[in-house]
């Protein structure tokens, strides 16, 4: 259901909006936990790089929520 979101929520915010960003980190984290780890890479990697654009690198979303860390899986 999420992945077909996905293109609407692209189509309406654009490339790099904090609401796409949050939208990709929740599908990686449910994707995860649906074990479908390929498809939660590509939706974590997406997700970390339009939240460092959005809210910035430093931010306390980036460092204290789970994307380093659930990236950190994949290394």
Do not use: W
């Not at 939208?23 to 939240?51: I, P």
């Amino acid at each position: 259901m999420g992945q077909l979101i996905t293109k609407p929520y692209r189509d309406h915010y654009g490339p790099y909006h904090p609401s796409l960003g949050i939208h990709l980190l929740k599908m990686g984290q449910a994707l995860l936990n649906l074990k479908r780890f390929q498809e939660a890479r590509k939706y974590l990697t997406e997700a970390k790089s339009v939240l460092e654009v959005t809210h910035g690198p430093q931010h306390s979303l980036l460092k204290s929520t789970s994307v380093q860390k659930l990236l950190c899986r994949f290394r």
